[in-house]
């Protein structure tokens, strides 16, 4: 059975903090913004939509009392539609959109919005304090460890060198600002309240970034019981990081009979596991599955957004599947415009979208990964 994509919209993103662009919003409102853009740009009838299933990692405060249902019912959706709250760290607006398809694919929905979202200035990271986080009578190899540290033991461990991240943030950087004066790669992006631009990016240089010390050598001492002696080299600064910011991204998923004109057909969806160590692998690894599962090579795939976590996976992405950097995250990424973690997989799903139909492009693939070994891809099939 065919499922398709009818739309697929991002919000504007602002940054984490009180005086952030989106800080007076809701969750909810943010959300609800995304289902009436979706309507007015004339993919769907709310009155159809029978599921909503959203992606949220700190569930709590203003995100926790299951901001799904909570988002259904300020939105108006029908009473009868479900609604499904789902925590994957960050691929989880990604898996959202897994389990719509395959809702969809299994006959138990016609009609499911799915997709994330993420205030970090009004829940901050950790924000749930969960047990996992210090408990340590597991084994220290599976014990949590945050992911800005994980991603500098990546690159002390595959000798990811600070002039590879470096030039990757510059890129990220450049695409982004040169994007926002590129409307068909802005087509699906929403302006929320007075915000109409990525709060996030920043001009900078590559003597800039080449100047600023690595950031998180810090956190080998607070995680020291999780590392058994190993030592740090820290490589990263802040700026091979995604800044903290608030966004959410939805999509419409449905068969082929549920929209008049789809933008997209889903080719193939594949998530997986990897070390909890070397946690930002499993995106290379859910990549491989769903390229397998499509019948597709990379070099056959048009448009890619590959999630900067951080620039160490981007720049093992770079050499270990040597792409064609043309084709991958043209109007910048996550090191530019922000890392919303829930909504993360359904903003690039929504980026992507916007870069095939700049290209006239045929397949695009999002791959996305997150803190202790989640992964999830999508390859699409652009019709429009």
Do not use: W
């Not at 760290?89 to 897994?98: N, R, Y």
């Not at 600002?177 to 699906?188: I, V």
């Not at 929209?259 to 946690?279: C, H, N, W, Y």
């Amino acid at each position: 059975m065919d499922i398709f994509i009818g739309d697929c919209v991002r919000s504007v993103r602002g940054k984490a903090r009180p005086d952030g662009g989106l800080a007076e919003q809701t969750p909810y409102g943010l959300v609800g913004a995304l289902i009436d853009a979706v309507e007015q740009r004339g993919a769907i009838e709310r009155s159809d939509v029978d599921r909503l299933t959203l992606g949220c990692v700190g569930q709590v405060g203003a995100q926790g009392g299951h901001i799904a249902l909570t988002t259904k019912i300020a939105s108006r959706l029908p009473e009868t539609s479900s609604a499904h709250t789902i925590n994957n760290f960050c691929a989880s607006g990604l898996t959202a959109i897994g389990q719509a398809v395959a809702a969809v694919s299994a006959g138990q929905s016609e009609l499911a919005l799915a997709g994330g979202v993420e205030m970090l200035s009004q829940v901050p990271f950790m924000a749930d304090r969960a047990d996992y986080y210090s408990d340590q009578s597991f084994e220290p190899a599976d014990r949590y460890i945050p992911v800005a540290l994980a991603a500098d033991l990546l690159a002390m461990e595959q000798d990811v060198t600070r002039e590879e991240m470096d030039s990757l943030s510059y890129l990220s950087q450049s695409r982004a600002a040169n994007a926002e004066n590129d409307a068909a790669l802005l087509a699906s992006r929403i302006t929320i309240g007075n915000l109409d631009h990525d709060e996030a990016v920043r001009v900078t240089s590559p003597e800039k970034l080449a100047a600023m010390p690595p950031a998180f050598g810090g956190l080998a001492e607070q995680y020291a019981h999780a590392l058994s002696g190993q030592t740090l080299d820290p490589r990263m600064s802040v700026a091979n990081a995604p800044p903290m910011t608030d966004g959410a991204g939805l999509a419409a998923i449905g068969g082929a009979k549920s929209f008049l004109s789809p933008r997209a057909r889903v080719v193939a969806f594949a998530e997986t596991g990897a070390d909890a160590r070397q946690s930002l692998t499993a995106g290379f690894a859910a990549m491989d599955k769903v390229l397998a599962q499509a019948g597709l090579s990379l070099d056959q795939i048009d448009r890619i957004e590959f999630m900067e976590a951080f620039a160490v996976p981007y720049a093992l992405f770079r050499r270990n599947y040597q792409p064609d950097m043309d084709r991958v995250n043209v109007s910048g990424g996550h090191i530019a415009k922000g890392h919303p973690m829930g909504a993360t997989g359904a903003i690039l799903l929504s980026t992507l979208l916007d870069a095939l139909d700049a290209a006239d492009g045929k397949y695009g693939l999002v791959v996305a990964s997150g803190a202790q070994g989640v992964g999830a891809a999508i390859i699409v099939e652009r019709l429009s």
